[in-house]
């Protein structure tokens, strides 16, 4: 079943304008409107949040808005380069979730991310790692995912805060609440259904479709239609200038998977020839199979470094095959190497002058695209006595950090996520325990090795400006070696609570 994210900027305009500005450019905190002309007015199209807090609205004339608000920052409308930016954000967003993107104009995002969910963990992190990205460059962002692109931009405008999911095969209750608007209907439409008494779009669902559509046309009914998934609406994906892509048209539509696999064996070493002429190799491929009834179907396979070998492609490309919904038939396939990197010949290492170093990346890629790139990784040192901060995750391929692990005293080979609390009995201040009880189990301590104390990073947080730690090595009646701290010097409160966790077992 498809599945489509509409990401829904209520901002834009505004976001827009923000991010462009320099240093020189007035308070963020001004209030601030864009102005457009609408015939021969001037109105307001878009506020900020400070503007609104002050009784600025859309759709207000701005001499009106600049005598509510003296001091207000006016911005004359672009749509033209509202709309060139939000084609550059759907390629950010391309490059990093999804390989259908297209802009949803004149406020928006539509994704279909059918399959490509598993990839970030499900539909939910996905969403969540999206509206992040989004937040932290200073874009206001609703999204929402559902079966269909209208129930999806429906959502996305009148139920997300800031996400929603309708889970699949509940389109119509998902949806069926929301107003006429919703359904993206033009405003004389939508008046004239209100002025029948139609509030929601559960009023429209029962209702005959002749009587609607001889009075208000064909455009309710199919909106209607669409955001059910009772008409098609696909989405044209957006392609960055200069991409490397290759398709194959066919003249009768194909679904065996096995004739799948044949073109895509013949498809892999024309894009391997492309990238070869322009120097590059393939660090993600996006293979897309445009289905006979407007659906599309898409496999997207991510490489730890840059290749173009076409065995290694094919292979990672047939073991999702079986990912492919072929439905009555497949007409074109195209491939493209969504993210290409410079790929110079090298010389190949001869056992003569040096050993060759073992290649990890066909192990790495074949993990990665069957369990998520984000579950495959290695983790590096970080320079701080913290234990929990002083590890970090990177690529499984990465360069060195250039840290080194601490050796002054042992760690544990598994940290716990968070410490956990335990109940204890120990002599203060410098005592380690007789005993302790962790998850409904009490253990008695046999021997201990410590304290070593750990101060908090006054420099990052002043709450840990005095702030200590004392860790023990501890081993119970059955062997069993632990690594427990007391929160706090022992004696002095302002330091810690004095209460005893549980941060590591050894091996």
């Known amino acids: 079943m498809a599945r489509v994210i509409s990401v829904f900027l209520p901002m834009w ?45 859309v759709g207000m004339p701005v001499t009106k808005a600049q005598a509510l608000v003296p001091d207000l920052r006016v911005e004359l409308a672009d749509p033209r380069e509202d709309a060139a930016s939000l084609d550059r954000l759907a390629l950010w967003i391309l490059q990093r979730f999804s390989p259908i993107v297209a802009s949803d104009l004149p406020d928006g995002v539509v994704i279909d ?16 790692a999206l509206l992040g990205r989004l937040t932290l460059s200073g874009i206001t962002a609703r999204a929402a995912i559902a079966d269909t692109w209208g129930a999806a931009h429906a959502l996305a405008r009148f139920a997300a805060d800031p996400a929603a999911i309708a889970d699949p095969g509940t389109t119509e209750a998902a949806i069926a609440a929301l107003p006429l608007e919703a359904l993206r209907l033009p405003q004389p439409i939508a008046a004239g259904l209100r002025t029948l008494g139609f509030v929601t779009i559960n009023d429209l669902m029962s209702q005959p479709r002749a009587p609607l559509t001889r009075r208000f046309g064909r455009e309710l009914c199919r909106r209607l239609d669409q955001a059910l998934g009772e008409a098609s609406e696909p989405i044209e994906p957006l392609r960055p200038e200069g991409v ?45 199979c445009y289905r006979v009834d407007n659906r599309i179907e898409t496999v997207r396979v991510g490489l730890a470094v840059p290749q ?16 492919i919904a072929p439905g009555f038939g497949i007409e074109i396939m195209t491939l493209t190497a969504s993210i290409a990197e410079p790929l110079a010949p090298r010389q190949a290492v001869t056992s003569l002058l040096e050993e060759e170093a073992p290649d990890l990346s066909g192990l790495i890629d074949t993990l990665a695209n069957r369990v998520g790139a984000r579950s495959v990784y290695r983790v590096a040192p970080v320079s701080s006595d913290v234990p929990e901060r002083s590890v970090m995750r990177i690529g499984a391929l990465a360069e060195p950090v250039g840290a080194g692990w601490p050796d002054h005293w042992p760690r544990p080979s598994r940290l716990l996520p968070r410490p956990e609390p335990i109940e204890t009995l120990a002599l203060l201040p410098d005592h380690p325990p007789n005993w ?13 090795d410590g304290p070593e104390r750990v101060f908090g990073e006054w420099w990052k947080r002043d709450a840990e400006l005095i702030a200590v730690r004392d860790y023990f090595r501890i081993e119970d009646e059955a062997g069993e070696r632990f690594w427990i701290f007391r929160a706090g010097d022992g004696e002095n409160l302002e330091t810690g609570s004095h209460r005893w966790f549980l941060h590591g077992v050894f091996g």
């Open 113 to 128: 991310s059918t399959g490509a969910d598993h990839l970030h963990g499900g539909e939910a992190p996905m969403l969540e």
């Open 244 to 288: 490397v892509e290759v398709r194959r048209a066919f003249a009768e539509p194909i679904g065996a998977a096995e004739t799948i696999a044949r073109y895509i064996g013949k498809l892999v070493p024309q894009l391997c020839t492309a990238l070869e002429e322009k120097g590059l190799g393939a660090r993600r491929l996006d293979l897309l």
């Open 13 to 57: 305009p505004v976001d827009r304008l923000r991010r462009q500005e320099d240093a020189s450019a007035p308070s963020a905190e001004a209030p601030l409107i864009v102005a457009g002309r609408v015939g021969n007015r001037r109105l307001v199209t878009a506020a900020c949040p400070a503007a609104q807090g002050a009784g600025l609205r």
């Open 436 to 448: 302790i009880a962790w998850r409904g189990v009490r253990r008695r301590v046999r021997c201990a």
């Open 308 to 323: 173009r070998d076409p065995k290694r492609l094919t292979r990672l490309l047939c073991d999702r095959i079986e990912t």
